[in-house]
């Protein structure tokens, strides 16, 4: 009997001896576990923070080199007064000057003619960044050679004058002009019927174009052999106002 009472206590002892091995590598499994976990999460912190750090830096070095291609300046004022002027631009297929900006007591103003009073707004100026702003509209501040020039877009605004542009059609100061320009086109007409031998008659066709200071009025010529051609008679306007035609293209 006591035989057995010592197998039973001997297999009680040997089952919680079991039980606290068990429990022991769970403990130690979960630890390092937990360990595991805990090195994970600072590698990853640690990622993630030199991830953002070189971010941060590829940006300064992105930044740093979009501002290196601007012209910047020290103050507002500086910029101010070193943008203030006259910028055309061009249409790139033709060169023609397509409109203009002026820029001037801070303020930006747009004109579509030589003779137009323009849309004026206001400008915001950003020295150090190389920029300024006219309503959403951005104009970057560039240089090419010792030339600035505005950058709107893929639109170039360089230095230049808005006699440049076209006149405004509509307007009574274009409609004079050209009617001053049509009877200086009409005496040479008139001239070359009398002098030239070779030509029986000159009929100018339409009221005529300008293009800045000049003008020009389609015309047909009839010779006295029997041809006939086509041209351009160009008066130009010098700065004193006098209209005086220039002579006779053919087509």
């Not at 090419?144 to 877009?153: E, R």
């Amino acid at each position: 009997m006591n035989t057995k009472l010592s197998k039973l206590k001997h297999e009680r002892l040997n089952k919680n001896k079991d039980k606290i091995e068990r429990e022991r590598l769970e403990q130690e499994k979960e630890a390092e576990r937990i360990a595991k976990a805990k090195v994970k999460k600072k590698n990853t912190i640690i990622g993630v923070i030199v991830g953002i750090a070189v971010c941060v830096m590829i940006g300064f070095i992105i930044d740093a080199s979009v501002i290196a291609s601007r012209v910047t300046y020290e103050s507002e004022s500086a910029m101010e007064s070193a943008l203030q002027g006259t910028y055309i631009y061009r249409f790139t297929s033709s060169n023609r000057p397509a409109w203009g900006i002026v820029i001037e007591n801070k303020k930006f103003r747009q004109h579509y003619y030589s003779d137009d009073e323009g849309r004026e707004r206001d400008i915001s100026f950003y020295p150090s960044r190389g920029y300024i702003t006219v309503g959403s509209d951005t104009y970057i501040v560039k240089k090419d050679g010792n030339k600035t020039y505005l950058l709107n877009g893929s639109h170039e605004y360089r230095s230049g004058s808005l006699s440049s542009l076209d006149r405004d059609p509509d307007s009574e100061s274009y409609k004079k002009d050209l009617s001053a320009a049509w009877m200086e086109a009409y005496k040479y007409k008139t001239m070359l019927e009398t002098k030239q031998s070779s030509i029986s008659s000159v009929s100018i066709n339409g009221d005529g174009t300008c293009s800045g200071s000049y003008y020009y009025f389609d015309c047909t010529v009839r010779h006295t052999e029997g041809t006939i051609r086509w041209g351009k008679i160009k008066v130009s306007k010098d700065s004193s106002g006098k209209f005086e035609a220039q002579g006779l293209d053919y087509d």
